[in-house]
């Protein structure tokens, strides 16, 4: 398996413009998580989906952020508009089943101008 | 309020040393926790998970202990090699919680 795939690998926008961040989990695997990581805030969890349903959005920012699942083997998480102050490694991770080790993707490197 | 705190940001040691990690917790009641190796411009990667009712867990040079009366966890990597260097990372999960919380990480260095 070719582990949890998501792209782009880097994006630079200006302020105002839409991102749409994509991620493939782990075939098989029920649980799809998003993560950003920043120096000052370290990796927080955004949401989270079981079987494609959204289970906890608790960790979004606000109403600028949203994450489908349309299917089990892609997620996308979009930021419209967007704000420097959402620069940051945006991670998806997947996981088989519920109290396992996660799966990280590469991330994607966003950066808001 | 909920806190995930790993001791030292970074920590500096000889090639051949034992390396301790510490990562303490407050108002948390974790199943489990789990510790990760983060490389620069990559995602975590999962070492190793213990369970509540476990005190300690070992793979290879790696071993870690659990201490929910004392809250906290130790990460302990022994015969450190350079190629250890990495920043490491505790994560915690409540029982049928679904989500793992996660500290904010130790930067390890290995010096030759």
Known sequence: ?113 | SQKIEQNSEALNIQEGKTATLTCNYTNYSPAYLQWYRQDPGRGPVFLLLIRENEKEKRKERLKVTFDTTLKQSLFHITASQPADSATYLCALDQTNAGKSTFGDGTTLTVKP
């Not at chain 1, 782009?8 to 839409?18: A, D, K």
């Not at chain 1, 420097?84 to 945006?90: F, G, I, K, L, T």
């Not at chain 1, 089943?97 to 991330?107: A, D, I, R, Y």
């Open chain 1, 1 to 113: 398996d070719a582990g949890v795939i998501q792209s782009p690998r880097h994006e630079v926008t200006e302020m105002g413009q839409e991102v749409t961040l994509r991620c493939k989990p782990i075939s098989g695997h029920d649980y799809l998580f998003w993560y950003r990581q920043t120096m000052m805030r370290g990796l927080e969890l955004l949401i989270y989906f079981n079987n494609n349903v959204p289970i906890d959005d608790s960790g979004m920012p606000e109403d600028r952020f949203s994450a489908k699942m349309p299917n089990a083997s892609f997620s996308t998480l979009k930021i419209q508009p967007s704000e420097p102050r959402d620069s940051a490694v945006y991670f998806c991770a997947s996981q088989g089943t519920v109290n396992e080790k996660l799966f990280f993707g590469s991330g994607t490197q966003l950066s808001v101008l």
